[in-house]
């Protein structure tokens, strides 16, 4: 099986290989890849580092070609790269091909913005003088990925940081490394200069830690967990660089008496389950009043009963498998403190076998939840949700807020005096009234508050506000 090799300063670089095992397919190895050394990372930075005054001086029209180009690539092969994506992560067929899509329309929406790119003219308080305000980039940036979106967060990621003239080294999640190495050859191939993009595959703990350590970066932008975050932001302080940070949710779910059932089903199902529940936007509290709680409840779990959990890449599959050993681990020990704490588990939490080995989990689904239980609390990141019942509307919204998370939060109802104090009173930085709360546009503000996130927002317009420094200028003419 031929190495997929780490690119540095233009040229591909071996290691000691790793293997990308199918998660729904223990047997199956999707392909190996390289594990970089410290050095490797050292010499990533180093080139990003020499490449940065010409690609920062490029012309935008350059920029625009290459951003493009890895779109309308990206988008040719995305039943082929939604397959990848779905071997590797265990997302469903359908779920690959839809981020596949996602991350050629964020490639095609930064090709855009690198033609969009704006100043402001200012008249000086003094008489004579002028003042523009323009943007620089930043120098070299350092990206560090989660595996949870293997395709669409290193594009929200890398497809800015190229478009404000920013030079990359980017660290993919060790459990994904493939959609990685697909899109870093196809922006290579697309005709970016010689270590403007530099892809260090490799282990967190080891390569990962180098950036955290180099003085080299103006900047870091970081998708993974709460502990890691933090990691990069004490590195950052000491590095005084800007950092970014996109960490967990424990996001809630509003059930109002008066909302529209059927939607309400869907929405919490599909918030709550759908990419096996492992997203940073997933709902895992479902506060539901008392008027609709046993309806919906017994509605949920008629739905979950008929959803298929098998291989991703089978036909007919809604969930596929939990992404590895560790992450099966994890969500069968968090159900089993459920169970402990006093929840009721009214619906899955088994292992299931299927024809091929891998981590097959029923969603779970509990009920007689309380905020207070370490299932409210905690971030799971399985297909495991409570519901938690609540008296009235103002009892909802004070639980939705009792959290140290703030990504994402929704409510479903018909209400529209409820559905605009929630709006305006939630805790969150995206709000969702009757749609599910994970599963984002491309093109509009992405981020949270307290414990979810920290710095500006990523993606659409807003994303410059990250990969660029603000330079005021002054002149007497
Ligand atoms: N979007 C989200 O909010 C996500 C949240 N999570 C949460 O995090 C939990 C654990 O997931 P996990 O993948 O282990 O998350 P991590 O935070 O460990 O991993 C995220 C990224 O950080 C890298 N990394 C790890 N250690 C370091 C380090 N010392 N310096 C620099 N980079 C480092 C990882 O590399 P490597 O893969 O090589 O370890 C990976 O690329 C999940 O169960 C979930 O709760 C996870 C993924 C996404
Ligand atoms: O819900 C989405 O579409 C995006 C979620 C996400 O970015 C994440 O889980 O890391």
Redesign the pocket.
């Known amino acids: 099986m031929a190495l997929h090799q780490n690119l540095i300063a233009g040229e591909w670089v071996g290691g000691d290989a790793i293997a990308n095992i199918n998660p729904s397919d223990t047997n199956d190895v999707v392909g190996e890849y390289a594990r970089g050394s410290a050095q490797d990372m050292q010499d990533a930075i180093a080139a990003a580092k020499a490449a940065f005054p010409a690609w920062s001086r490029s012309g935008i029209l350059e920029r625009h070609a290459i951003l493009k180009k890895t779109a309308d690539e990206i988008l040719a092969r995305k039943d082929e790269l939604g397959a990848l994506l779905s071997r590797e992560e265990g997302k469903t067929l359908a779920e690959g091909i839809g981020e596949t899509i996602r991350a050629a329309q964020i490639f095609d929406f930064f090709a855009g913005e690198a033609l969009r790119l704006a100043g402001e003219t200012l008249p000086s308080v003094r008489p004579g003088i002028g003042i523009e305000i323009t943007r620089d980039p930043l120098g070299v940036i350092g990206i560090?990925?989660?595996?949870?979106?293997p395709i669409a967060?290193p594009a929200w990621k890398i497809a800015p940081a190229l478009c404000y003239g920013n030079t990359v080294v980017f660290?993919?999640?060790?459990?994904?490394p493939g959609c990685a190495w697909a899109i870093v050859d196809i922006l290579n191939r697309a005709g970016l200069p010689k270590g403007v993009l530099n892809l260090v595959?490799?282990?967190?703990?080891?390569?990962?830690?180098?950036?955290?350590d180099s003085p080299l970066l103006s900047g870091i932008t970081?998708?993974?967990?709460?502990?890691?975050?933090k990691?990069?932001a004490l590195?950052s302080v000491e590095h005084n660089r800007k950092y970014q940070l996109?960490?967990?949710?424990k996001n809630p779910m509003v059930v109002l008496d008066d909302a529209d059932l059927a939607n309400a089903v869907e929405a919490c199902v599909n918030g709550s389950f759908f990419s096996t529940g492992?997203?940073?936007?997933a709902s895992s509290r479902l506060i539901v009043t008392e008027g609709i709680h046993d309806r919906f409840v017994a509605a949920v779990t008629e739905r979950l009963n008929g959803l298929v959990i098998d291989n991703a890449l089978k036909a007919g599959t809604h969930i596929g498998p939990v992404v590895d050993a560790?992450?099966m681990k994890?969500d069968e020990d968090y159900i089993e403190i459920g169970q402990k704490e006093g929840a009721k588990l009214v619906s899955g939490g088994e292992r299931l076998n299927r024809e091929t080995p891998g981590f097959y989990l029923k969603p779970a689904l509990f009920t007689e939840a309380t905020n207070q239980m370490r299932i409210s609390r905690e971030?799971?990141?399985?297909p495991v949700a409570s519901v938690i019942r609540v008296k009235d509307y103002d009892e909802a919204l004070a639980t939705a807020n009792d959290t140290t998370f703030g990504?994402s939060a929704g409510i479903c109802t018909t209400s529209l005096k409820h559905a605009t104090h929630f709006k305006r009173n939630v805790e969150a930085g995206m709000v969702m009234v009757n749609v599910a709360t994970a599963g984002v546009d491309f093109h509009v503000p992405f981020g949270g508050r307290k414990g979810?996130s920290f710095g500006s927002r990523e993606q659409g317009k807003y994303a410059a506000e990250f990969y660029t420094s603000v330079k005021t200028s002054y002149t007497l003419a």
């Open positions: 560090i990925t989660p595996w949870n979106f967060i660290k993919p999640a060790e459990l994904v595959m490799g282990k967190g703990s080891v390569v990962g830690q180098v950036m955290l970081f998708t993974g967990s709460t502990g890691t975050g990691r990069v590195a996109e960490m967990g949710g492992q997203r940073c936007t560790s992450q994890q971030e799971i990141f399985g990504l979810s």
